[in-house]
């Protein structure tokens, strides 16, 4: 193991030279590395939110909800293909249990169309004929769990364009599982704003009110639902709304905080079907009161005046600007087709991140002198070339960290340090064993070469362990023990190369040019 | 010797049991689910009147204590009925009524209940996989009373962590776990250099008595293996004195890892390879075909 090829040592010195460039990046400020040719590597670590600050959010997307509506569209459905049909349901209402939909028809000889008008209609469902004589039609399987998917999807992506219009630098937003999301935003001084952004399910719609407005007796009508106000001014009120929607937010095409005779107000504008729809449903009703409904809750009610053709308006009550601000924000971003629990939240200030990064770097410098003197101290001129090779080991976990691109957490600061003082035990075992071989009676050249070749295994048998628990911690972990999992990793396999192959090529360096008689060691 | 480190050791699992099962773990909210807030008060904190203030909303068990210095506490409210929104409710009830009294929100963490049991599920078979794992590998390169010995070296590692854990009363989180299989990882280092030279000295020295082989492969390894311990430790003292509350409670687990795991592998690991019967034939016949068929 002393003789080290020509083809060896340049590699190793290669890679040296470049851990040193790639790891460089981290130490300047960004201003003086803006000056650097193009070609000098350019990426510095990432800090996690832990050191940066900022928000970490766990969110489930509720798909049960979506399902819950699609079956009841189902419902809305069949019941309006059986009476185009002029086929009639017996008894007169249909029942919906668990997901399915079902009933039955009074003339038992049409059941053959009844089929063929609802797949017609649905492809996706799977149609039962019930032994006492019914139908239960359900979704089939895949249809819902493409269902679940798509609304994932959908809500992952709306939830991308809200955050986006918040104007966060660099969220990142991922899917995790079936139905979560994963949300990390840094440098989030208030995350109750983003997280209200979250909550809200945002769904608009316009329905007429009953011409007796506020709802007297507890049950509506038939055809009208009974809605609670959001109004401030009358908060406990409830009116009883036609359930038939009479335009929608998905028409809308924009909505923007605006003021009209110094109060804010939200103004919106509607695509030409929703225009129509508007304009339709004012001149047919003029006088009437127009509820607008957001999210389970009228926030407006205003009388309609004249029709409305133009396609926009405004929409007043009692907001302040703030909440004009996010209403249009949410409403410009689209309802979300389901509702988000919150199932882990993690919070970091800047005060507390900024003193973290601080308290690694003076406990990483002190950990560092110390081991350094130490290395010295014991070992002599050998502990300084394992100190060398320390530097350049450190250098190299940055350079890693540095490309790809992973997080720097604070645990990943300690996996780090631990780094290094586990590092140079590959170089104790080794300069432990050429000690022995020394004593022994070998010759300084032989010692070394034993040292080398006997240590070998051990090195590769106790690190090959260690890294069987950092892989498993990686699998395990999230963020914060991630990042400690990654340092470790990557730090044990650096000080096996630097212990190996650097302080390796350093010894048979001084080996060369001074032939010594003895060992110092 | 042997006899006294057995000893000792098994007295420190009992302890740890007993006291895993009568004071039980600071389990953190990493696993519980609930509330945690790292407050930062303006002067010093008046904990008493915060405590009231919290207790008054009525939310269950609430702790708060002193985190680092007089001006930031810790305030740990347990996991709230209702599941996982009930949890960011308590939340904004807690800040509104601390309103006055605090400059700095440091952090705010937490934890519903489904994530809580997902975490804790995770943990327990992280820690196995990794046992099993190492296990395995010491099987694959060793004889497998090496693999006993080891994982009883292992597992007494850890439970005398989780022990001391409870001992301490510190906060057992998902750091702490982390900590753990640090710890497994560093103890087996340790153990498996001790266990190569058991290893070559048994091919080496065919007729040197077990008892007295396994002492001159501990003694052998002995400098190697307090160097190794002492610059491990020199920076985890580092990290310990200046390396901040958050990470602490790690800090210690790692440096009292270091301790146990060094005391396990030298006065353990190799120990009860003579209780366990090597054969040594096994070990050095493989050894012996092979230079035989590289000679010939």
Same mark, same amino acid.
């Given at each position: 193991?002393?003789?080290?090829?020509?083809?060896?040592?340049?590699?190793?010195?290669?890679?040296?030279?470049?851990?040193?460039?790639?790891?460089?990046?981290?130490?300047?400020?960004?201003?003086?590395?803006?000056?650097?040719?193009?070609?000098?590597?350019?990426?510095?670590?990432?800090?996690?939110?832990?050191?940066?600050?900022?928000?970490?959010?766990?969110? +489930?997307?509720?798909?049960?909800?979506?399902?819950?509506?699609?079956?009841?569209?189902?419902?809305?459905?069949?019941?309006?293909?059986? @009476?185009?049909?002029?086929? +009639?349901?017996?008894?007169?209402?249909?029942?919906?249990?668990?997901?399915?939909?079902?009933?039955?028809?009074?003339?038992?000889?049409?059941?053959?169309?009844?089929?063929?008008?609802?797949?017609?209609?649905?492809?996706?469902?799977?149609?039962?004929?019930?032994?006492?004589?019914?139908?239960?039609?359900?979704?089939?399987?895949?249809?819902?769990?493409?269902?679940?998917?798509?609304?994932?999807?959908?809500?992952?992506?709306?939830?991308?364009?809200?955050?986006?219009?918040?104007?966060?630098?660099?969220?990142?937003?991922?899917?995790?599982?079936?139905?979560?999301?994963?949300?990390?935003?840094?440098?989030?001084?208030?995350?109750?704003?983003?997280?209200?952004?979250?909550?809200?399910?945002?769904?608009?719609?316009?329905?007429?009110?009953?011409?007796?407005?506020?709802?007297?007796?507890?049950?509506?009508?038939?055809?009208?639902?009974?809605?609670?106000?959001?109004?401030?001014?009358?908060?406990?009120?409830?009116?009883?709304?036609?359930?038939?929607?009479?335009?929608?937010?998905?028409?809308?095409?924009?909505?923007?905080?605006?003021?009209?005779?110094?109060?804010?107000?939200?103004?919106? @504008?509607?695509?030409?079907?929703?225009?129509?729809?508007?304009?339709?449903?004012?001149?047919?009703?003029?006088?009437?009161?127009?509820?607008?409904?957001?999210?389970?809750?009228?926030?407006?009610?205003?009388?309609?005046?004249?029709?409305?053709?133009?396609?926009?308006?405004?929409?007043?009550?009692?907001?302040?600007?703030?909440?004009?601000? @996010?209403?249009?924000?949410? /409403?410009?971003?689209?309802?979300?087709?389901?509702?988000?629990?919150?199932?882990?939240?993690?919070?970091?200030?800047?005060?507390?991140? +900024?003193?973290?990064?601080?308290?690694?770097?003076?406990?990483?410098?002190?950990?560092?002198?110390?081991?350094?003197?130490?290395?010295?101290?014991?070992?002599?001129?050998?502990?300084?070339?394992?100190?060398?090779?320390?530097?350049?080991?450190?250098?190299?976990?940055?350079?890693?960290?540095?490309?790809?691109?992973?997080?720097?957490?604070?645990?990943?600061?300690?996996?780090?340090?631990?780094?290094?003082?586990?590092?140079?035990?590959?170089?104790?075992?080794?300069?432990?064993?050429?000690?022995?071989?020394?004593?022994?009676? @070998?010759?300084?050249?032989?010692?070394?070469?034993?040292?080398?070749?006997?240590?070998?295994?051990?090195?590769?048998?106790?690190?090959?362990?260690?890294?069987?628990?950092?892989?498993?911690?990686?699998?395990?972990?999230?963020?914060?023990? +991630?990042?400690?999992?990654?340092?470790?990793?990557?730090?044990?396999?650096?000080?096996?190369?630097?212990?190996?192959?650097?302080?390796?090529?350093?010894?048979?360096?001084?080996?060369?040019?001074?032939?010594?008689?003895?060992?110092?060691? | 010797?042997?006899?006294?480190?057995?000893?000792?050791?098994?007295?420190?699992?009992?302890?740890?049991?007993?006291?895993?099962?009568?004071?039980?773990?600071?389990?953190?909210?990493?696993?519980?689910?609930?509330? /945690?807030?790292?407050?930062?008060?303006?002067?010093?904190?008046?904990?008493?009147?915060?405590?009231?203030?919290?207790?008054?909303?009525?939310?269950?068990?609430?702790?708060?204590?002193?985190?680092?210095?007089?001006?930031?506490?810790?305030?740990?409210?347990?996991?709230?009925?209702?599941?996982?929104?009930?949890?960011?409710?308590?939340?904004?009830?807690?800040?509104?009524?601390?309103?006055?009294?605090?400059?700095?929100?440091?952090?705010?963490?937490?934890?519903?209940?489904?994530?809580?049991?997902?975490?804790?599920?995770?943990?327990?078979?992280?820690?196995?996989?990794?046992?099993?794992?190492?296990?395995?590998?010491?099987?694959?390169?060793?004889?497998?009373?090496?693999?006993?010995?080891?994982?009883?070296?292992?597992?007494?590692?850890?439970?005398?962590?989780?022990?001391?854990?409870?001992?301490?009363?510190?906060?057992?989180?998902?750091?702490?776990?982390?900590?753990?299989?640090?710890?497994?990882?560093?103890?087996?280092?340790?153990?498996?250099?001790?266990?190569?030279?058991?290893?070559?000295? /048994?091919?080496?020295?065919?007729?040197?008595? /077990?008892?007295?082989?396994?002492?001159?492969?501990?003694?052998?390894?002995?400098?190697?293996?307090?160097?190794?311990?002492?610059?491990?430790?020199?920076?985890?003292?580092?990290?310990?004195?200046?390396?901040?509350?958050?990470?602490?409670?790690?800090?210690?687990?790692?440096?009292?890892?270091?301790?146990?795991?060094?005391?396990?592998?030298?006065?353990?690991?190799?120990?009860?390879?003579?209780?366990?019967?090597?054969?040594?034939?096994?070990?050095?016949?493989?050894?012996?075909?092979?230079?035989?068929?590289?000679?010939?």
């Amino acid at each position: 193991m002393i003789n080290i090829s020509i083809f060896q040592r340049v590699t190793v010195a290669l890679i040296c030279v470049l851990g040193i460039l790639y790891a460089l990046p981290n130490l300047m400020s960004k201003g003086t590395f803006e000056d650097f040719p193009d070609w000098m590597p350019g990426k510095t670590i990432n800090l996690g939110l832990d050191l940066q600050g900022g928000l970490h959010l766990l969110l +489930k997307v509720e798909t049960e909800v979506a399902i819950e509506e699609m079956v009841g569209n189902l419902e809305g459905d069949i019941r309006e293909v059986l @009476r185009l049909n002029e086929i +009639k349901t017996f008894p007169k209402n249909m029942k919906i249990s668990g997901n399915a939909v079902q009933f039955d028809i009074s003339h038992p000889e049409k059941r053959e169309r009844v089929r063929e008008l609802v797949f017609q209609r649905n492809p996706g469902v799977s149609i039962d004929t019930l032994d006492a004589g019914g139908f239960r039609i359900e979704f089939t399987e895949q249809a819902i769990a493409d269902k679940r998917r798509e609304t994932v999807q959908q809500t992952l992506e709306i939830i991308r364009i809200r955050i986006d219009q918040t104007g966060v630098r660099e969220p990142t937003i991922q899917q995790q599982g079936e139905e979560r999301i994963l949300l990390q935003i840094p440098g989030v001084d208030n995350p109750e704003e983003i997280k209200s952004i979250l909550n809200t399910t945002a769904k608009l719609t316009f329905h007429l009110v009953h011409p007796e407005i506020f709802g007297g007796s507890p049950r509506p009508p038939p055809g009208y639902l009974d809605i609670p106000s959001g109004e401030d001014d009358r908060a406990g009120t409830r009116y009883w709304v036609r359930r038939k929607v009479d335009v929608g937010g998905d028409n809308l095409v924009d909505a923007q905080p605006s003021f009209e005779q110094n109060r804010p107000v939200i103004s919106f @504008r509607f695509d030409q079907t929703g225009a129509r729809k508007f304009g339709r449903v004012t001149s047919k009703n003029v006088g009437r009161l127009l509820a607008i409904v957001l999210d389970g809750k009228v926030i407006s009610a205003p009388r309609i005046n004249e029709p409305i053709t133009g396609g926009s308006g405004i929409i007043t009550g009692q907001f302040s600007v703030a909440e004009t601000q @996010r209403t249009s924000l949410l /409403l410009r971003a689209g309802a979300l087709p389901a509702p988000v629990s919150f199932l882990e939240e993690r919070t970091v200030g800047p005060g507390l991140g +900024k003193d973290s990064v601080e308290a690694g770097r003076i406990a990483s410098m002190i950990g560092l002198v110390l081991v350094v003197i130490f290395m010295v101290v014991v070992y002599g001129r050998f502990g300084l070339m394992a100190d060398v090779a320390l530097f350049i080991n450190i250098a190299l976990i940055f350079a890693v960290l540095s490309t790809l691109g992973a997080t720097l957490t604070l645990p990943g600061i300690a996996g780090i340090v631990l780094t290094m003082g586990m590092a140079v035990d590959a170089n104790v075992l080794i300069f432990e064993r050429i000690r022995e071989e020394t004593l022994g009676g @070998r010759s300084p050249i032989s010692a070394i070469d034993a040292g080398y070749k006997r240590a070998l295994t051990t090195i590769i048998d106790s690190n090959l362990t260690t890294l069987i628990a950092s892989v498993l911690l990686f699998a395990f972990g999230s963020g914060p023990i +991630k990042g400690f999992a990654v340092t470790l990793s990557i730090g044990i396999l650096t000080s096996m190369f630097t212990a190996i192959m650097v302080t390796r090529l350093l010894i048979v360096f001084w080996l060369r040019r001074s032939r010594p008689q003895t060992l110092p060691i | 010797m042997r006899k006294i480190a057995l000893v000792l050791s098994i007295c420190l699992v009992a302890a740890s049991a007993v006291l895993f099962a009568g004071r039980g773990l600071n389990l953190g909210i990493d696993f519980l689910g609930g509330v /945690l807030l790292e407050v930062k008060t303006s002067g010093p904190a008046d904990m008493s009147s915060m405590r009231s203030k919290i207790g008054g909303l009525g939310l269950g068990d609430v702790s708060l204590q002193e985190f680092g210095s007089k001006d930031t506490v810790l305030i740990r409210v347990q996991r709230q009925e209702g599941g996982d929104d009930a949890q960011k409710i308590a939340v904004d009830r807690i800040k509104e009524v601390l309103a006055g009294s605090v400059a700095e929100y440091r952090r705010t963490e937490f934890v519903g209940p489904t994530v809580g049991a997902e975490l804790k599920e995770a943990a327990i078979w992280a820690v196995l996989a990794a046992v099993g794992a190492i296990l395995l590998y010491i099987w694959f390169r060793f004889e497998w009373q090496f693999g006993v010995g080891a994982v009883i070296a292992l597992t007494h590692d850890v439970l005398s962590t989780i022990g001391l854990f409870a001992l301490l009363q510190l906060e057992f989180n998902v750091a702490t776990v982390a900590a753990i299989l640090t710890i497994a990882g560093y103890s087996i280092n340790d153990t498996v250099v001790v266990y190569d030279r058991v290893r070559e000295n /048994l091919r080496r020295y065919k007729s040197t008595p /077990l008892i007295e082989l396994f002492n001159r492969s501990i003694n052998e390894t002995l400098s190697r293996t307090v160097m190794t311990s002492v610059t491990t430790l020199l920076a985890l003292l580092a990290l310990f004195i200046f390396g901040g509350e958050v990470i602490r409670g790690f800090t210690i687990a790692l440096i009292w890892g270091v301790f146990v795991g060094t005391y396990s592998s030298v006065a353990l690991a190799v120990p009860l390879l003579v209780y366990l019967k090597i054969d040594r034939r096994a070990l050095t016949d493989d050894e012996e075909e092979a230079e035989q068929e590289a000679g010939a």
